[in-house]
């Protein structure tokens, strides 16, 4: 967080009513000057943080329908301020539609001291809590210290009837009787979300740990308490971990399911069990995979499609044998008795339909059984286990391939205490932003699903339960807010739990999810209609790299609010009108991009070529990069209504032409029989072929050290080179600076036999610290003594 | 199942109501009717600083605060209590509601019982039957022994738990009291759930200074169970009351090495026991300390007898803890054959050496020991444990103890 926000310049809140005289500041007698800003909702303001650069007050949002999207408006008295409270109205279109102010909520934001940080983030304290407004008054909460920032948080459920359009009006705050208007606007995006997720999820409610939990917070043990929490994330697109009811009461396992199941927001939830020795308690799972099927078949849906196992006895098992040959015994076992049970249910349920005895025997065989730990090679084979490692370890390419490779169907991850920021995480002392960018982060690796180890570990770090729930931020040691993303209601007189402004953040996340996954199906659909390809990673990766590197968050909360802008413009466009970009590529100093575009619809844009498919055409885009930032800029139109897209392609970028290349290669001394010549790389004509000879070390490499290396500043964010090898090989990449002859390494990885596109991350070095770039030295790492590179056009781009 | 009865019975204090104090002063009365050493630790006037403290244990039920003032002792507010615990989840368990007396929200802490000579709290219940109530007392390691009381349907009963100070120093930190516990029984699933409402729980106080309890450790003797004070310093433990034995004296000569001996009740495994159950008992750090524990060298032994008057053989564990809690010597594997007496020795070399992280079956004691914290902790405690996790055959145990001692090298 930092201290000075760079949003826009200082400006003072409205003229307030200094006169009146029911202030706050009783020792001086004058009334407290209090202005008023705001913050977006992906921001964390601090409460004892002096923001000198802050944003207009105003309520300031955009959302689709059936989106929930919040907003800050902030208070700095500069004496105390004994009462506020916030009046909303009706907002208005030009045209006179209206959204209805009971479509938002008005949180009171409560804070928590950071004492201990997580990382590298300051001391002081955080905003956290949400309490419902109404229960800051009744407790006597909406008082502000002199020169502390006291946010209210306003979150709008647009209906999905809402027409779209820009609707204002203004809102009243009422500051120690003192009435302060405050513009509000909130903008409904021509596109209607969906209420079915599609990001699986497993987010532990903990109803008894260690005697805390829900049963200490709210001291209710009844399941009916547990049900409101479950409840509550559910309308927050989370699942949690467990359906109500004790793993023993199959019953009520039953009559949940058949409620979840049939629910869209519900995506998952875990399968109950009982420990039996060192396995599983048999008899029980196969009474619940009978019932499950039974009530399966009578009610006619799937009750297996949503759930997994997780079974907490090898929970993070890899550095503990005990733990992995239990592994190994119960993921055996359910596999085999799936397997079992789907033979034998044959005879069951002889007199079922048959096909759905298929589809749910089917289902029930391809279980995701959770395996939560990163892939080390120790599991047995055949097992069916998906695993689940954190965060980081889907940082590198090399990384995902492992997953993509070992998990059938679906990948998943988590977090828990690690990794702390860069990778994003929902630590309190982290951006708010940096847990809504993880579904973003999902979406790209097709990670399906998110697990939480718990929402409600309210413990201190001695394990004790907590006294002051609102009071601790470290629960457990050194991680902030780690797993606990709500609070217990009932010190508030709430009949459940109250949320978080990270909770928040995390179903923003979702919704963004949900908008990214629909764009994806409508480009897939385009692209069967007209009959070619579509590649929407290749499109949307113009917004991911401004959000996130890897799995390591790249961004602030401004250029998030613009890539959702731009998401925003593409779903709206392609919803409305049929026109999707089916792909992109940047090649060299250029981006493509092809659109298609339905009969009926218009497409403008810059330099286009087209082409006559089924159901209408494709129109190629070109634009050059050899502006400090290009655009893609397009007009999608039909029926009338017109979309205005425009997509931030990326900044300049600078070729450097193969002769350059290979006039200024240096070989490595002693490699006498090396050979440096033009080639072909891909698609590319012109390239530079080097031939390297090691008999010593499984290293050959060769330097490239142009003179200044024009083209390439500080503003270089990634090298972009196609590489050719005729082996499987590992290249490494290492630089050198004109302040630091300290080789770096700035990229690492294997490549495959055949063409690879590498982008080498610049970003991550400290270039302040390096100085400009004085080398490049590329190693072939082969454990053969000859190895050969092939290697195109070494691209700038910024 | 009933525990030891090894604190003399609650005096039965006919208090006046004091007045309502907000839990947020917690100052003694002054009204002239209530003693003036008197302190109201809570009242249940706020939610936050009386109510957020308390935890539920074993799945307690349902705390809720109630302003209906036919229910109230004093003042407005009293807490409603619904104790129902979980049949699925912990069938056993009795609901068991903790207060601390460390009270952060208040910033108050009254877990000082140097001078407290009793705790009174009332309790009206509303129940159209009669509910048990246990109540004792915890601190770090252990808990106090339990007094049974009947809360009779319709009425208010006031609960008064009297204080041992002189044997509280010996089982705990008297100075560091952690929670008062109020422990009811199981309801069967489908059950009448008791409805009780808790208000004023206090402290009586004494300026007078308590009398220590004299022990005697002649002889390198620990507890041979001759002397009354013996038998008071056992505190049991398995975490989850259901389990605790039954301590009480044998006279029986059968049963004894000489003399008396220590005769402990196991209840026996009925397929309801979670996991990780070990029940038993412990000898508290005083009784270590005022032993000698500490100036014991390497050769010197712990040791004691025991014998096994059950039908099938037994296996003991023995555990030692430092002043934070921590095991840092446990010895799983100690196998006592059925109608003998067997020994138990341990050099404090062996002690000293820790445990080991993971001790393999068939192992003897000390092999292959790999410190896990032990060298220079203090002992605190030593536990004394029967594991329920290892015991597949129904029926209750019995085992008698004798001659906690201490061996000089030969």
């Given at each position: 967080?930092?201290?000075?926000?760079k949003?826009?310049?200082?400006?003072?809140?409205?003229?307030?009513?200094?006169?009146?005289?029911?202030?706050?500041?009783?020792?001086?007698?004058?009334?407290?000057?209090?202005?008023?800003?705001?913050?977006?909702?992906s921001?964390?303001?601090?409460?004892?943080?002096?923001?000198?650069?802050?944003?207009?007050?105003?309520?300031?949002?955009?959302a689709?329908?059936?989106?929930t999207?919040g907003?800050q408006?902030?208070?700095?008295?500069?004496?105390?301020?004994?009462?506020?409270?916030?009046?909303?109205?009706?907002?208005?279109?030009?045209?006179?539609?209206?959204?209805?102010?009971?479509?938002?909520?008005v949180?009171?934001?409560?804070?928590?001291?950071?004492?201990?940080?997580?990382?590298?983030?300051?001391?002081?304290?955080?905003?956290?809590?949400?309490?419902?407004?109404?229960?800051?008054?009744?407790?006597?909460?909406?008082?502000?210290?002199?020169n502390?920032?006291?946010?209210?948080?306003?979150?709008?459920?647009?209906?999905k009837?809402?027409?779209?359009?820009?609707?204002?009006?203004?809102?009243?705050?009422?500051?120690?009787?003192?009435?302060?208007?405050?513009?509000?606007?909130?903008?409904?995006w021509?596109?209607?979300?969906?209420?079915?997720?599609?990001?699986?999820?497993?987010?532990?409610?903990h109803?008894y740990?260690?005697?805390?939990g829900?049963?200490?917070?709210?001291?209710?043990?009844?399941w009916?308490?547990?049900?409101?929490?479950?409840?509550?994330?559910?309308?927050?697109?989370?699942?949690?971990?467990?359906?109500?009811?004790?793993?023993g009461?199959?019953?009520?396992?039953?009559?949940?399911?058949?409620?979840?199941?049939?629910?869209?927001?519900?995506?998952?939830y875990?399968?109950?069990?009982?420990?039996?020795?060192?396995?599983?308690?048999?008899?029980?799972?196969?009474?619940?995979?009978?019932?499950?099927?039974?009530?399966?078949?009578?009610e006619?849906?799937?009750?297996?499609?949503k759930?997994v196992?997780?079974?907490?006895?090898?929970?993070?098992?890899?550095?503990?044998?005990?733990k992995?040959a239990?592994?190994?015994?119960?993921?055996?076992?359910?596999?085999?008795?799936?397997?079992?049970?789907?033979?034998?249910f044959?005879?069951t349920?002889?007199?079922?339909?048959?096909?759905?005895?298929?589809?749910?025997?089917?289902?029930?065989?391809?279980?995701?059984?959770?395996?939560?730990?990163?892939?080390?090679?120790?599991?047995?084979e055949?097992?069916?286990?998906?695993?689940?490692?954190?965060?980081?370890?889907?940082?590198?390419?090399?990384?995902?391939?492992?997953?993509?490779?070992?998990n059938?169907?679906?990948?998943?991850?988590?977090?828990?205490?690690?990794?702390?920021?860069?990778?994003?995480?929902?630590?309190?002392?982290?951006?708010?932003?940096?847990?809504?960018?993880?579904?973003?982060?999902?979406y790209?690796y097709?990670?399906?699903?998110?697990?939480?180890?718990?929402?409600?570990?309210?413990?201190?770090?001695?394990?004790?339960?907590?006294?002051?729930?609102?009071?601790?931020?470290?629960?457990?040691?050194?991680?902030?807010?780690?797993?606990?993303?709500?609070?217990?209601?009932?010190v508030?007189?709430?009949?459940?739990?109250?949320g978080?402004?990270?909770?928040?953040?995390?179903?923003?996340?979702?919704?963004?999810?949900?908008?990214?996954?629909?764009?994806?199906?409508?480009?897939?659909?385009?692209?069967?209609?007209?009959?070619?390809?579509?590649?929407?990673?290749?499109?949307?990766?113009?917004?991911?790299?401004?959000?996130?590197?890897?799995?390591?968050?790249?961004?602030?909360?401004?250029?998030?609010?613009?890539?959702?802008?731009?998401?925003?413009?593409?779903?709206?466009?392609?919803?409305?009108?049929?026109i999707?970009?089916l792909?992109?590529?940047?090649?060299?100093?250029?981006?493509?991009?092809?659109?298609?575009?339905?009969?009926?619809?218009?497409?403008?844009?810059?330099?286009?070529?087209?082409?006559?498919?089924?159901?209408?055409?494709?129109?190629?885009?070109?634009?050059?990069?050899?502006?400090?930032?290009?655009?893609l800029?397009?007009?999608?139109?039909?029926?009338?209504?017109?979309?205005?897209?425009?997509?931030?392609?990326?900044?300049?970028?600078?070729v450097?032409?193969?002769?350059?290349?290979?006039?200024?290669i240096?070989?490595?001394?002693?490699?006498?029989?090396?050979?440096?010549?033009?080639?072909?790389?891909?698609?590319?004509?012109?390239?530079?072929?080097?031939?390297?000879?090691?008999?010593?070390?499984?290293?050959?490499?060769?330097?490239?050290?142009?003179?200044?290396?024009?083209?390439?500043?500080?503003n270089?964010?990634?090298?972009?080179?196609?590489?050719?090898?005729?082996?499987?090989?590992?290249?490494?990449?290492?630089?050198?600076?004109?302040?630091?002859?300290?080789?770096?390494?700035?990229?690492?990885?294997?490549?495959?036999?055949?063409?690879?596109?590498?982008?080498?991350?610049?970003?991550?070095?400290?270039?302040?610290?390096i100085?400009?770039?004085?080398?490049?030295?590329?190693?072939?790492?082969?454990?053969?003594?000859?190895?050969?590179?092939?290697?195109?056009?070494?691209?700038?781009?910024? | 199942?009933?525990?030891?009865?090894?604190?003399?019975?609650?005096?039965?204090?006919?208090?006046?109501?004091?007045?309502?104090?907000?839990?947020?002063?917690?100052?003694?009365?002054?009204?002239?009717?209530?003693?003036?050493?008197?302190?109201?630790?809570?009242?249940?006037?706020?939610?936050?600083?009386?109510?957020?403290?308390?935890?539920?244990?074993?799945?307690?039920?349902?705390?809720?605060?109630?302003?209906?003032?036919?229910?109230?002792?004093?003042?407005?507010?009293?807490?409603?209590?619904?104790?129902?615990?979980?049949?699925?989840e912990?069938?056993n368990?009795?609901p068991?509601?903790?207060?601390?007396?460390?009270?952060?929200?208040?910033?108050?802490?009254?877990?000082?019982?140097?001078?407290?000579?009793?705790?009174?709290?009332?309790v009206?219940n509303?129940?159209?039957?009669?509910?048990?109530?246990?109540?004792?007392?915890?601190y770090?390691?252990?808990?106090?022994?339990?007094?049974?009381?009947?809360?009779?349907?319709?009425?208010?009963?006031?609960?008064?738990?009297?204080?041992?100070?002189?044997?509280?120093?010996?089982?705990?930190?008297?100075?560091?009291?952690?929670?008062?516990?109020l422990?009811?029984?199981?309801?069967?699933?489908?059950?009448?759930?008791?409805?009780?409402?808790?208000?004023?729980?206090?402290?009586?106080?004494s300026?007078?200074?308590?009398?220590?309890?004299?022990?005697?450790f002649?002889?390198?003797?620990?507890?041979?169970?001759?002397e009354?004070?013996?038998m008071?310093?056992?505190?049991?433990?398995?975490?989850?009351?259901?389990?605790?034995?039954?301590?009480?004296?044998?006279?029986?000569?059968?049963?004894?090495?000489?003399g008396?001996?220590l005769?402990?009740?196991?209840?026996?495994?009925?397929?309801?026991?979670?996991?990780?159950?070990?029940?038993?008992?412990?000898?508290?750090?005083?009784?270590?300390?005022?032993?000698?524990?500490?100036?014991?060298?390497?050769?010197?032994?712990?040791?004691?007898?025991?014998?096994?008057?059950?039908?099938?053989?037994?296996?003991?564990?023995?555990?030692?803890?430092?002043?934070?809690?921590?095991?840092?010597?446990?010895?799983?594997?100690?196998?006592?054959?059925?109608?003998?007496?067997?020994?138990?020795?341990?050099?404090?070399?062996?002690?000293?050496?820790?445990w080991?992280?993971?001790?393999?079956?068939?192992?003897?004691?000390?092999?292959?020991?790999?410190?896990?914290?032990?060298?220079?902790?203090?002992?605190?405690?030593?536990y004394?444990?029967?594991d329920?996790?290892?015991?597949?055959?129904?029926?209750?145990?019995?085992?008698?103890?004798?001659?906690?001692?201490?061996?000089?090298?030969?």
């Amino acid at each position: 967080m930092k201290a000075v926000r760079k949003i826009s310049a200082l400006v003072l809140c409205m003229a307030l009513c200094f006169g009146i005289a029911a202030c706050g500041d009783k020792a001086s007698g004058k009334p407290a000057e209090v202005e008023v800003w705001s913050a977006l909702n992906s921001e964390k303001i601090m409460r004892d943080v002096t923001y000198t650069d802050r944003a207009p007050a105003a309520f300031k949002v955009q959302a689709y329908r059936n989106e929930t999207e919040g907003g800050q408006i902030l208070m700095t008295p500069n004496g105390r301020v004994n009462s506020y409270s916030i009046a909303l109205a009706d907002l208005k279109t030009p045209d006179g539609k209206t959204l209805s102010k009971d479509t938002m909520t008005v949180y009171n934001q409560k804070y928590v001291e950071v004492v201990n940080p997580t990382k590298s983030f300051p001391t002081g304290w955080y905003p956290d809590a949400l309490l419902p407004m109404e229960k800051a008054v009744e407790y006597g909460e909406n008082k502000i210290e002199a020169n502390e920032n006291q946010a209210i948080y306003i979150s709008v459920d647009v209906p999905k009837t809402q027409a779209a359009g820009v609707y204002t009006g203004t809102f009243t705050l009422t500051v120690d009787g003192r009435n302060i208007a405050v513009p509000a606007s909130v903008e409904v995006w021509d596109y209607t979300l969906d209420d079915e997720n599609h990001l699986r999820s497993v987010f532990s409610i903990h109803r008894y740990w260690g005697e805390s939990g829900i049963i200490s917070g709210e001291l209710d043990s009844t399941w009916d308490m547990y049900q409101k929490y479950y409840d509550y994330l559910v309308d927050y697109r989370i699942s949690p971990r467990y359906l109500t009811g004790s793993a023993g009461d199959i019953d009520t396992f039953i009559e949940k399911a058949i409620v979840a199941t049939k629910d869209p927001r519900v995506t998952t939830y875990v399968l109950p069990y009982q420990a039996q020795g060192s396995g599983l308690n048999m008899t029980h799972y196969k009474t619940l995979m009978t019932r499950m099927m039974e009530a399966s078949l009578t009610e006619g849906i799937n009750l297996f499609k949503k759930g997994v196992t997780y079974f907490s006895m090898f929970d993070e098992a890899n550095n503990n044998p005990g733990k992995i040959a239990l592994a190994n015994k119960i993921l055996k076992d359910v596999k085999e008795a799936n397997a079992a049970y789907a033979v034998e249910f044959r005879d069951t349920f002889a007199l079922a339909d048959q096909t759905k005895l298929a589809e749910y025997t089917q289902s029930m065989i391809d279980v995701v059984q959770l395996y939560v730990d990163e892939y080390e090679k120790k599991l047995n084979e055949g097992l069916g286990e998906t695993y689940c490692p954190t965060i980081d370890h889907y940082n590198s390419a090399d990384e995902r391939a492992i997953y993509e490779g070992i998990n059938e169907g679906e990948r998943w991850w988590y977090t828990c205490l690690v990794p702390v920021n860069p990778f994003p995480s929902y630590h309190i002392d982290d951006n708010l932003y940096s847990s809504r960018i993880m579904s973003w982060m999902q979406y790209k690796y097709d990670i399906t699903g998110n697990l939480y180890w718990s929402t409600t570990y309210w413990m201190d770090t001695s394990e004790q339960p907590l006294q002051d729930y609102y009071g601790v931020a470290e629960h457990y040691p050194n991680a902030n807010g780690d797993g606990y993303l709500l609070y217990p209601g009932k010190v508030y007189g709430i009949d459940g739990p109250v949320g978080s402004i990270r909770l928040h953040s995390i179903r923003d996340g979702m919704e963004d999810y949900e908008v990214l996954y629909a764009l994806g199906n409508m480009t897939a659909a385009a692209a069967e209609t007209a009959g070619t390809t579509a590649d929407v990673q290749s499109v949307l990766t113009c917004l991911y790299d401004k959000l996130f590197s890897g799995t390591t968050v790249s961004t602030d909360h401004q250029t998030l609010l613009g890539m959702r802008q731009t998401l925003a413009a593409l779903v709206t466009a392609a919803e409305n009108t049929g026109i999707v970009l089916l792909d992109g590529k940047s090649v060299d100093d250029k981006a493509t991009f092809r659109a298609f575009v339905p009969d009926g619809a218009t497409f403008t844009a810059q330099k286009t070529t087209e082409q006559t498919v089924n159901g209408g055409k494709i129109v190629t885009v070109t634009v050059p990069l050899s502006s400090a930032r290009n655009t893609l800029q397009f007009t999608a139109a039909k029926g009338g209504k017109t979309y205005e897209v425009g997509v931030d392609v990326g900044g300049k970028r600078t070729v450097v032409s193969a002769e350059t290349f290979r006039g200024n290669i240096t070989l490595r001394a002693g490699d006498t029989s090396a050979v440096v010549s033009a080639a072909t790389a891909g698609t590319r004509n012109d390239a530079v072929r080097v031939q390297m000879h090691n008999e010593t070390s499984a290293n050959k490499s060769f330097t490239y050290t142009p003179a200044g290396f024009s083209g390439f500043n500080l503003n270089t964010l990634k090298l972009l080179l196609t590489v050719v090898t005729e082996t499987d090989i590992e290249l490494r990449i290492n630089v050198t600076g004109s302040k630091d002859p300290t080789a770096q390494s700035a990229y690492t990885g294997k490549l495959t036999a055949g063409v690879n596109e590498i982008e080498v991350d610049l970003f991550t070095l400290n270039w302040d610290v390096i100085g400009n770039l004085q080398s490049m030295r590329i190693v072939v790492v082969t454990d053969d003594a000859d190895a050969t590179v092939t290697i195109g056009d070494i691209v700038y781009a910024e | 199942m009933k525990r030891t009865k090894i604190f003399a019975a609650a005096l039965a204090l006919a208090l006046a109501a004091a007045p309502m104090l907000g839990c947020g002063d917690g100052k003694d009365s002054t009204d002239g009717q209530t003693p003036s050493n008197t302190i109201m630790v809570n009242d249940f006037e706020r939610f936050d600083t009386c109510f957020s403290p308390m935890r539920a244990a074993n799945y307690f039920g349902v705390v809720t605060m109630n302003k209906d003032t036919k229910y109230v002792k004093s003042g407005a507010a009293s807490a409603r209590l619904r104790p129902m615990g979980d049949w699925y989840e912990a069938p056993n368990a009795k609901p068991t509601l903790r207060i601390p007396f460390d009270m952060k929200l208040k910033g108050e802490n009254y877990g000082d019982f140097s001078s407290v000579v009793m705790l009174t709290a009332d309790v009206f219940n509303a129940s159209d039957f009669d509910v048990d109530c246990r109540v004792y007392l915890s601190y770090t390691g252990g808990y106090t022994a339990t007094k049974e009381v009947s809360l009779k349907t319709g009425a208010w009963t006031r609960v008064a738990y009297s204080i041992d100070r002189a044997l509280l120093d010996i089982t705990g930190d008297i100075t560091k009291i952690t929670d008062l516990n109020l422990e009811f029984p199981v309801v069967e699933k489908g059950g009448e759930i008791p409805d009780l409402y808790l208000d004023d729980i206090k402290l009586i106080t004494s300026k007078d200074p308590f009398k220590p309890i004299e022990m005697n450790f002649a002889d390198n003797k620990i507890l041979a169970f001759e002397e009354n004070w013996e038998m008071l310093v056992l505190p049991t433990t398995s975490g989850n009351g259901y389990f605790d034995p039954t301590l009480s004296l044998n006279t029986n000569p059968k049963y004894a090495q000489s003399g008396n001996s220590l005769k402990v009740d196991f209840v026996g495994q009925d397929g309801t026991a979670p996991q990780w159950v070990y029940a038993g008992f412990y000898l508290p750090r005083a009784v270590l300390k005022k032993s000698g524990f500490d100036a014991k060298v390497g050769t010197d032994a712990f040791a004691f007898d025991v014998y096994n008057a059950s039908a099938n053989r037994q296996r003991l564990m023995i555990a030692m803890t430092n002043d934070a809690g921590r095991v840092f010597f446990k010895y799983i594997y100690i196998y006592l054959p059925v109608g003998e007496w067997s020994t138990v020795r341990f050099t404090f070399t062996e002690l000293n050496r820790g445990w080991p992280d993971s001790i393999k079956e068939g192992q003897q004691k000390g092999d292959g020991a790999t410190a896990a914290g032990g060298g220079t902790d203090k002992i605190a405690s030593v536990y004394v444990h029967w594991d329920y996790s290892n015991a597949d055959e129904a029926g209750d145990r019995t085992l008698y103890f004798d001659n906690f001692r201490y061996e000089a090298e030969d």
